[in-house]
């Protein structure tokens, strides 16, 4: 099987523009979730998405936001880009969720940067 | 909700010795506890994992201990390579949750 694809591997923004990441899990899988990851913070929780709902949310301001469409690929949108928001965003996808033990298989991740 | 610490931030070794990770969590009805290993570059890979019913799991040269009474969880490397030397992460997740919540990690060197 692919592994989880996520696209655009690099992206350059300027504060206060918006930017779309996409995320197509392994196929079969209907749970996918989002992590931000820095330096200082390791893997933050953003959003997980199941069977096109939103399952679960970490702690992150609403300018964050998501949706997955009927074929389990996810989009991530963040509004207003800060400085703050440069990071690598990974996706992670597997059958049913991690809460059912299962494992989770990361994407490549898109590297922002915010200029 | 969950909360998943780990010690310590980073660890140098000597090739041929042992090394171990440490990780506590809050949530007593956190059942499954991945260790994903983190390449410089590369995405996160599970390396290992162990659910709470079960104390104690080895493939080959890492294993995991679980005590669930301390609410904590280790990794352990033996005979490390330079080939070792990465970023591990550990999580925990429960059923009530789809999500993992993972320690902020640990960067392992491992010098020839």
């Known amino acids: 099987k692919a592994g989880v694809t996520q696209t655009p591997r690099y992206l350059i923004k300027t504060r206060g523009q918006q930017v779309t990441l996409s995320c197509s899990p392994i196929s079969g899988h209907r749970s996918v979730s989002w992590y931000q990851q820095t330096p200082g913070q390791g893997l933050q929780f953003l959003f997980e998405?199941?069977?096109?709902?939103?399952?679960n949310k970490g702690n992150f301001p609403g300018r964050f936001s998501g949706r997955q469409f009927s074929n389990s690929r996810s989009e991530m949108n963040v509004s207003t880009l800060e400085l703050g928001d440069s990071a690598l965003y990974l996706c992670a996808s597997s059958s049913q969720g991690s809460g059912r033990g299962e494992t989770q298989y990361f994407g490549p991740g898109t590297r922002l940067l915010v200029l | 909700g969950e909360n998943v610490e780990q010690h310590p931030s980073t660890l140098s070794v000597q090739e041929g010795d042992s090394a171990v990770i440490k990780c506590t969590y809050s949530?007593?009805?956190?059942?499954?506890f991945p260790w994903y290993k983190q390449e410089p570059g590369k995405r996160p890979q599970l390396i290992i994992d162990?659910?709470?019913?079960?104390g104690e799991k080895k493939d080959q040269r890492i294993a995991v201990t679980l005590n669930k009474t301390a609410k904590h969880f280790s990794l352990h490397i033996t005979e490390t390579q330079p080939e070792d030397s990465a970023v591990y992460f550990c999580a925990a997740s429960n059923s009530g949750y789809s999500t993992l919540t993972f320690g902020k990690g640990t960067m392992l060197l491992v010098s020839p």
């Open positions: 998405y199941f069977s096109e709902t939103q399952r």
């Open positions: 162990i659910r709470s019913n079960v």
């Open positions: 949530d007593s009805a956190s059942n499954y």
